[in-house]
C-alpha cells in the first residue's frame, strides 16, 4: 500500500511504491542514514534547517516512510568510532586530487619566477614561499568542503547560487585562462628543448600535443589511471628539491633572508607579485573541487583529503623554494642586473655548476657569489658591455665539466617537462568540468568516446587553440605575458571572492562545515590581500612589459 506524503508533489512517480525523489537516494554509494535523529543523504549534507538539495525538507511524515528503508540492509546508523578511525590504507586510497593540482601549481612558468626571484633577490623571497604554503592549502581546502558536501563542481554552484550570468562569466573566463595557460606550457616545453638541445619549438610543441592528446584517450579507463599518470609525471619535478642540496646555499645566510625584504622597491614587489599570483591560480580552485566529485570523496574521508591537499601544498612549495634558493647561492646578479631574467639555459648551466662541484671559494679565494668574480661592468658602451658578457659565458663554461652539464641538462629536462605536462592534464581536463556544468552535460568525462562525443571534443578543441597560439603566434613576447596577467588578475577577484561567499554560506554549507569566527574573516583578509597583488601585477604587466 502506497503511503501517502503531503510535501512530495500529488502524482510524483514511484518505484514499488516508494516515490523516486526517496528512490534516487536510497540508490546511492552511501544511501540515506539515521544520524542524531535525521534523515542524511550522503550524496549532498543538509542544510541547518534540514533541507537536503533535490529531497527537500525531512519531516516526520517522510521520516516514518523511510523507517523501513533505513533499518534494512547496509542502511544502518553510522558508527562514529569508524568513522573517526585513521586508517592508512583509506588514505592511500584518497590521496591524488591534492597533490595533482598543486603540482601542475609549479609548472614551468612558476619556476622560471622563482629562478628570477632568486637571481634578482638572492634569499629575500625564501620566506614568501614558506608563508604561502597555509594560503595555498586554505584555498584549496574550501574547494574541498564544497565539494564533499555539495557535489557539484565551482561552476555549478555559481550558477545555483548566484545565477547564470555570473555562471557565465567565471566559466568564459576560466575557459579562456586554461587556453592561454595551455599555450604557456607549450612555450615553456618549447623554449626548455630549444635551448637544452637545439630543436625547433614547432617539432617539440608537435610531439607534446599529440602525447596530450593520448593522454585524453586514455582517460577512457577512468579518471583515476589519468590521476596516476599525471602524479607520477608530475612527481618529476622533485628532482629540483636534491638540486638544492647540491647548490651549496648556506643555511645561515638561507635564514637571515627570512629577515630581509625590500618593499621600497617596484621590482620587488612585482616579483612578490608574480610568486603570490604564481601559487593561487583560479583553475586549481576549479579543479580540484571537480576532482573531488568526480572521485566521490565522501564526507567521512574528509580528513584525508585535507592530508592529501597539506602534501600537495608542501610538496608544490618546496620545489618553488628549491629553485629560489639553488638560484640565490648559484647564480645571483641584484635586482638591476640585466643577467638576472634567467632562461632554461642559464639554470641547466648553474646545476651543472653543482654537479661538477665547483665553489665560489675554488674559482676565486673570498669570492661567495657570482658577483664578486663576474661583477656587472660599469660602461655606458652598450657593445662594450656584451663583450664583457660573452666573456663572462665563456668563463661559465670551464666551471662545469661536460659529463656534468649533459647531467644537468637530462635532470632539468625531465623536472620542467613533468612540471609542465601535469599542468597542461589539469588545464585540459578542468576546462571542459567547466563547461559541461554550465551548458548541464554530463561531467564524467572519463567514459569511451561514443558515450561523451562532445566532452572528447571540447577537450581536444582546447587543446588545438593552444597549440596553434603557442606554433603560429610568438608567445615568448611581452603581449602574452600581459594577456596572461590582466586575466589572471581580472578571474581571481571574482573566483576568491565566490569561493568565501559560498564557503560561508548556510544555504550551501551546514554549520559543521561552514566557515566561520576568527578563521572566517583571517581567510577574507588574505584573499583580499592575494587579489590585490595579482591586480598590481597585472598592471605593473601593463605599464612595464618585459
Known amino acids: 500500500e502506497q503511503s ?43 542544510l541547518d534547517d534540514g533541507t537536503i538539495p533535490g529531497l527537500g525538507k525531512i519531516t516526520p511524515t517522510k521520516k516514518e516512510y523511510l523507517g523501513d528503508i533505513i533499518e534494512a540492509g547496509r542502511d544502518v546508523e553510522e558508527d562514529q568510532s569508524t568513522r573517526n578511525a585513521w586508517s592508512y590504507k583509506r588514505l592511500f586510497h584518497i590521496l591524488g586530487p591534492g597533490i595533482m593540482v598543486c603540482l601542475a601549481d609549479t609548472d614551468g612558468p612558476c619556476l622560471l619566477t622563482a629562478a628570477q626571484s ?141 629577515t630581509e625584504t625590500h618593499f621600497e622597491e617596484t621590482n620587488y614587489e612585482v616579483l612578490l607579485a608574480g610568486n603570490i599570483g604564481a601559487v593561487i591560480m583560479p583553475w586549481m580552485l576549479y579543479y580540484q573541487q571537480s576532482a ?48 638576472n631574467v634567467l632562461k632554461f639555459g642559464d639554470i641547466i648551466g648553474a646545476y651543472a655548476q653543482a654537479f661538477s662541484g665547483t665553489t665560489w671559494e675554488s674559482i676565486q679565494p673570498g669570492a661567495t657569489s657570482i658577483l664578486d ?44 617537462c613533468g612540471a609542465c605536462t601535469v599542468a597542461s592534464m589539469v588545464l585540459t581536463i578542468t576546462s571542459v568540468w567547466s563547461v559541461t556544468e554550465i551548458l548541464n552535460l554530463e561531467r564524467d568525462l572519463f567514459k569511451p568516446f561514443h558515450e561523451r562525443q562532445l566532452q572528447y571534443c571540447l577537450q581536444l578543441g582546447g587543446l588545438i587553440i593552444a597549440y596553434a597560439l603557442s606554433v603560429l603566434t610568438d608567445i615568448s613576447g611581452p603581449w602574452f605575458a600581459v594577456l596572461t596577467q590582466t586575466i589572471n588578475g581580472i578571474l581571481i577577484l571574482p573566483v576568491a571572492t565566490f569561493l568565501w561567499l559560498l564557503s560561508s554560506s548556510p544555504k550551501v554549507l551546514p554549520k559543521e562545515y561552514r566557515l566561520a569566527g576568527l578563521y572566517k574573516w583571517t581567510l577574507a583578509v588574505v584573499f583580499a590581500i592575494i587579489c590585490a597583488y595579482c591586480f598590481y601585477g597585472m598592471v605593473q604587466e601593463i605599464i612595464n612589459p618585459l
Open 4 to 46: 501517502p506524503i503531503s510535501d512530495l508533489p500529488p502524482g510524483s512517480p514511484r518505484i514499488f511504491g516508494i516515490p523516486n525523489q526517496i528512490m534516487a537516494c536510497h540508490v546511492e554509494t552511501t544511501p540515506l542514514i539515521s544520524n542524531g535523529g535525521k534523515i542524511t543523504k550522503e550524496g549532498r549534507v543538509p
Open 292 to 339: 573531488v566529485c568526480e572521485r566521490q570523496i565522501q564526507r567521512k574521508d574528509l580528513q584525508y583529503e585535507r592530508v592529501d591537499t597539506w602534501i600537495g601544498a608542501l610538496l608544490a612549495q618546496s620545489v618553488m623554494l628549491s629553485m629560489v634558493v639553488a638560484m640565490g647561492s648559484l647564480r645571483f646578479y641584484g635586482a638591476n642586473d640585466p643577467r
Open 373 to 416: 668574480i663576474q661583477p656587472l661592468p660599469i660602461t655606458d658602451n652598450e657593445h662594450q658591455q656584451a663583450e664583457i658578457f660573452a666573456e663572462y659565458s665563456a668563463q661559465i663554461e670551464t666551471w662545469y665539466s661536460p659529463q656534468a652539464y649533459q647531467a644537468a641538462k637530462w635532470v632539468v629536462v625531465l623536472g620542467v
Open 118 to 258: 632568486g637571481a634578482q633577490y638572492r634569499y629575500s623571497l625564501v620566506a614568501c614561499q614558506v608563508v604561502l604554503i597555509p594560503i595555498l592549502y586554505a584555498a584549496q581546502e574550501l574547494t574541498v568542503r564544497l565539494a564533499v558536501c555539495t557535489k557539484q563542481g565551482t561552476t555549478a554552484l555559481i550558477k545555483e547560487q548566484y545565477g547564470r550570468a555570473w555562471a557565465w562569466f567565471a566559466c568564459t573566463l576560466h575557459v579562456l585562462m586554461c587556453w592561454i595557460g595551455q599555450a604557456s606550457e607549450f612555450g615553456a616545453i618549447g623554449q626548455l628543448f630549444e635551448e637544452a638541445f637545439h630543436i625547433n619549438r614547432k617539432v617539440t610543441n608537435t610531439v607534446q600535443f599529440l602525447f596530450l592528446c593520448s593522454i585524453i584517450f586514455i582517460g577512457r579507463h577512468g579518471y583515476r589511471l589519468t590521476e596516476l599518470i599525471g602524479v607520477t609525471i608530475g612527481s618529476l619535478q622533485l628532482v629540483f628539491l636534491l638540486l638544492m642540496c647540491l647548490s651549496q646555499a648556506s643555511p645561515k645566510e638561507v635564514l637571515e633572508g627570512f
